[in-house]
């Protein structure tokens, strides 16, 4: 017996439109879930997806600083399920790449790592605001006849051999053939499944805000590594009070990023420049709120069960350190996504314990080394011993050195 989450129970039972049956039962209506939605009610696939929240009031009209960083791969998933036409904000690409190594305060080293233009040939990702994108899956969401939509809605879903009982603490039960645990990192599906899961602390927290600047970064991004943690600053789409935007993502340790984070506007930019390693976005003004998020990563023994799947967070959490997070839960959907479509063109169960031993040879093994190269490149970077920053520093000019090898990376980071 699994209980997916929500709040809240309707009194207006008799009122409600039934729920027919469904092929693909999806709790989480997060960008993960809700692409993979979108996606497989294209090609005509029975899809019901649940969320715990009010879709619309998710769609926060003001800007709160916070957006994501899609690869390439990504965005043509969500291309091909029609979302991503539907952003109502301009995304900006990401054609640039410095990678720098120094300490708070002092010029980056010397010897560094760059991806230019001449490394691919499309952007190596777009920059998205959240709330463009929540707007437009909400959009998307609605707008096929195959998908049908609960939320805000509480169910309990029973699985077994034979297929998925969902019931709608609002009275209301349907059938489906295969259950997708798309509901983050603390996975009630996950957890009444009984899937172990293993978690590595960094004891690092993440700072997440936007910036305007005095000179245009020109669709650049830069990875600076420091002692507490790397400061990642991300190219955004300007506005009109703000012609020149960037996105930080600033790891410092517990306790230390929290004080940062709550500095008046003035020190809290200082303390940005300081973290640059260089000047050439010149001064640097906070815009809209800033966020924090404990960093962790994680992840789950196994991906299936009887008649479920885990994708994104409730199969997988890494460190921010590669901008791949986000990217990682689109790779499994491109992949369920493949897998699911081919068996509704073949008539095949998409329970079928074949098939979801499928999805998770073709991701578990792929994940796991993403998460391994990350939390390396965690330990390897977040420290401030001479020897090794040496040793690291002499890797990425190495790096920069081999056409080759940058365009390799290029291509695994772009999902290609």
């Known amino acids: 017996m699994v209980a997916a989450t929500t709040p809240g129970v309707t009194n207006a039972r008799t009122a409600l439109p039934p729920?027919?049956?469904?092929?693909?039962?999806?709790?989480g209506a997060g960008p993960v879930g809700a692409t993979l939605a979108c996606r497989l009610a294209k090609e005509g696939i029975k899809v019901a997806i649940i969320d715990r929240a009010d879709l619309q009031p998710m769609?926060?009209?003001?800007?709160?600083?916070?957006?994501?960083?899609?690869?390439?791969?990504?965005?043509?998933?969500?291309?091909?399920?029609?979302?991503?036409?539907?952003?109502?904000?301009?995304?900006?690409?990401?054609?640039?790449?410095?990678v720098t190594d120094g300490r708070p305060g002092e010029p980056a080293s010397s010897l560094f790592l760059e991806f230019t233009r001449e490394d691919s040939t499309q952007p190596f990702g777009w920059m998205a605001e959240a709330r463009a994108?929540?707007?437009?899956?909400?959009?998307?969401?609605?707008?096929?006849?195959?998908?049908?939509?609960?939320?805000?809605?509480?169910?309990?879903?029973?699985?077994?051999?034979?297929?998925?009982?969902?019931?709608?603490?609002?009275?209301?039960?349907?059938?489906a053939a295969l259950v997708v645990a798309a509901d983050g990192r603390k996975s009630r599906l996950r957890s009444q499944a009984g899937i172990p899961l293993t978690k590595l602390s960094y004891g690092q927290t993440a700072i997440v805000c936007a910036i305007a600047h005095e000179f245009p970064?020109?669709?650049?991004?830069?990875?600076?590594?420091?002692?507490?943690?790397?400061?990642?600053?991300?190219?955004?789409?300007?506005?009109?009070?703000?012609?020149?935007?960037?996105?930080?993502?600033?790891?410092?340790?517990?306790?230390?990023?929290?004080?940062?984070?709550?500095?008046?506007d003035d020190v809290f930019a200082r303390e940005i420049e300081r973290r640059m390693g260089n000047t050439r976005?010149?001064?640097?003004?906070?815009?809209?709120?800033?966020?924090?998020?404990?960093?962790?990563?994680?992840y789950a023994q196994r991906y299936t069960d009887t008649r479920l799947l885990l994708v994104g967070?409730?199969?997988?959490?890494?460190?921010?350190?590669?901008?791949?997070?986000?990217?990682?839960?689109?790779?499994?959907?491109?992949?369920?996504?493949?897998?699911?479509?081919?068996?509704?063109?073949?008539?095949?169960?998409?329970?079928?314990p074949a098939l979801l031993a499928r999805y998770q040879a073709r991701c578990r093994p792929a994940n796991m080394l993403m998460l391994a190269a990350t939390d390396t490149l965690d330990r390897l970077f977040s420290n401030n011993n001479p020897v090794i920053r040496l040793a690291r520093d002499l890797g990425i000019a190495g790096v920069h050195r081999l056409p080759g090898l940058r365009k390799a990376f290029v291509r695994h980071a772009m999902g290609l």
């Not at 049908?148 to 019931?167: D, F, M, Q, S």
């Not at 669709?219 to 020149?244: D, I």
């Open 19 to 27: 729920v027919a049956d469904v092929d693909v039962c999806i709790v």
């Open 59 to 98: 769609e926060h009209p003001d800007f709160d600083g916070r957006a994501y960083a899609i690869a390439a791969g990504p965005k043509k998933l969500l291309e091909e399920a029609d979302v991503w036409d539907l952003l109502p904000l301009e995304s900006c690409p990401i054609e640039e790449i410095l």
């Open 133 to 175: 994108l929540r707007v437009a899956l909400n959009e998307a969401l609605h707008a096929n006849p195959n998908l049908t939509v609960l939320a805000p809605a509480e169910a309990t879903v029973e699985r077994k051999p034979e297929g998925a009982t969902i019931r709608l603490h609002d009275g209301r039960v349907f059938q």
């Open 217 to 264: 970064h020109n669709n650049s991004a830069l990875e600076h590594f420091l002692p507490a943690g790397p400061f990642a600053q991300l190219p955004m789409a300007g506005t009109e009070s703000h012609p020149y935007l960037s996105a930080i993502v600033w790891s410092d340790k517990d306790g230390v990023a929290e004080r940062f984070a709550a500095l008046p």
């Open 281 to 298: 976005l010149g001064k640097v003004t906070p815009v809209g709120r800033r966020w924090t998020y404990p960093l962790s990563a994680q």
């Open 313 to 352: 967070d409730a199969a997988h959490g890494i460190h921010p350190i590669a901008g791949q997070g986000l990217n990682l839960g689109f790779r499994d959907i491109i992949a369920l996504s493949d897998i699911l479509i081919t068996a509704h063109q073949n008539g095949e169960d998409f329970g079928a």
